[in-house]
């Protein structure tokens, strides 16, 4: 379908369905930064100290638990980096890219799950590894739990990681919707 130009009518009755709804005109197009920031040497150390604080405080931990999306047990995970050629990432959900190491993280607690994986992907990174397996589980017999937790997790903590260029579901034979198959970064010293 071919738009037609706009015309100085169309323009003028737009504006004007605009104003009848309760749109008004912006005087200037630039943001509003608030209130200036206080430069002072006793609020640049006030900074200073919070931030050596809470980094003292918080875990050496590279991912983080906020906003994590539950996914159903038999949720396919999916995830490639905008940039990754098509034919790559069909060849991982394939299965064609063969892993060179597995992780199980069945058993583990979410803190402990979450530890076991960042070393395994900062070790796969040193052995520059390709491909890797992670098998999360899908915590059917867990009553409690609503949703497969570390799955949920798994899938949150991988889209952060910086050295992970793709990740999705494995074929059945190595896990199916239990494990996921991550695609790792091998140049460069992203971590």
Not at 13 to 25: M, P
Not at 129 to 141: D, E, F, I, M, Q
Not at 173 to 183: I, K, P, Q, R
Request: net charge positive; hydrophobic share 40%; charged share 30%.
């Amino acid at each position: 379908m071919r738009r037609r130009p706009s015309t100085d009518e169309d323009i003028s009755l737009f504006r004007q369905a605009l104003e009848e709804v309760g749109v008004q005109r912006l005087n200037t197009n630039r943001a509003d930064p608030g209130k200036p920031r206080n430069h002072s040497r006793e609020a640049l150390a006030e900074r200073r100290a919070a931030a050596i604080d809470t980094s003292s405080t918080m875990s050496a931990s590279r991912t983080s638990d906020g906003r994590v999306e539950a996914v159903t047990p038999s949720a396919f995970l999916d995830f490639s980096v905008a940039d990754l050629p098509y034919r790559t990432h069909a060849q991982l959900k394939r299965g064609r890219i063969p892993w060179e190491a597995g992780l199980d993280l069945h058993g583990y607690t979410l803190n402990e799950a979450r530890l076991e994986l960042e070393q395994f992907l900062i070790d796969a990174k040193a052995r520059r590894s390709r491909c890797v397996l992670v098998v999360h589980g899908k915590a059917r017999n867990n009553a409690m739990d609503s949703y497969p937790v570390i799955k949920s997790h798994v899938n949150a903590w991988l889209r952060e990681w910086p050295s992970v260029l793709a990740f999705c579901s494995a074929r059945e034979l190595d896990g199916g919707t239990g494990a996921v198959y991550v695609l790792l970064r091998r140049r460069g010293d992203l971590l």
